[in-house]
């Protein structure tokens, strides 16, 4: 499975991004999915998840301003970040996997390489 996550970009406080990971390689609608973002200085963190084990599943730091999502036709998984604040500037990656779910990065094991965001105040 490949994962080629992208959507990032600058923004200002309060602005919106939507970011996308692109799977290919095997159907993966069944797959737990999920987000996670690393910060310079910070351990990586997860962010929201997607799984027929927990449902949708979100960081209280971003729950009520993100939403995830998934087409299952189209093998893409979906971040939509509204009302971003400067500590959610990070390298956001998405991840995959057919057994794990949940908030644990271990849990997955195929990883996209990343996309940054960034945002002012």
């Known amino acids: 499975v490949q994962l080629q996550a992208s959507g990032g970009g600058s923004v200002q406080t309060g602005g919106s991004l939507r970011l996308s990971c692109s799977a290919s390689g095997r159907t993966i609608s069944d797959w737990a999915m999920a987000w996670f973002r690393q910060a310079p200085g910070k351990d990586r963190e997860f962010v929201s998840g997607?799984?027929?084990?927990?449902?949708?599943t979100y960081s209280d730091s971003v729950k009520g301003r993100f939403t995830i999502s998934k087409d299952n036709a189209k093998n893409l998984l979906y971040l939509e970040m509204n009302d971003l604040k400067p500590e959610d500037s990070a390298v956001y990656y998405c991840?995959?996997?057919?057994w794990g779910a949940g908030s644990p990065s271990s849990s997955y094991t195929y990883w996209g390489q990343g996309t940054q965001v960034t945002v002012s105040s």
């Open positions: 991840a995959v996997d057919f």
């Open positions: 997607i799984s027929r084990r927990f449902g949708k």
